[in-house]
């Protein structure tokens, strides 16, 4: 069973707990912590979101669009994309 077992998964959990112990020491030192988080936190969600959109646009297949009576959608969804 161990050589089946995906490794990653003990490095994800000591990391997790690593990351815990961190935040645990730090948090009583670092009063402006949660404002701080906020700001990066609203950056990422802007990047994920913009990125979910592009693996969108990247995983479709043009070619299966503009034969399915939608070659003008195609054009539309090239400009979309940009």
Do not use: C, Q
Request: glycine fraction near 6%; proline fraction near 2%; avoid cysteine.
């Amino acid at each position: 069973m161990w050589h089946r077992f995906p490794k990653f998964v003990l490095g994800y959990v000591a990391t997790w707990i690593v990351y815990l112990g961190i935040l645990f020491v730090l948090l009583d030192m670092l009063p402006n912590t949660k404002m701080e988080a906020v700001a990066i936190e609203k950056s990422m969600w802007k990047l994920f979101f913009m990125l979910t959109f592009t693996t969108i646009g990247i995983m479709i297949d043009f070619k299966k669009l503009a034969e399915a009576k939608f070659g003008k959608m195609v054009g539309l969804h090239y400009v979309a994309l940009f």
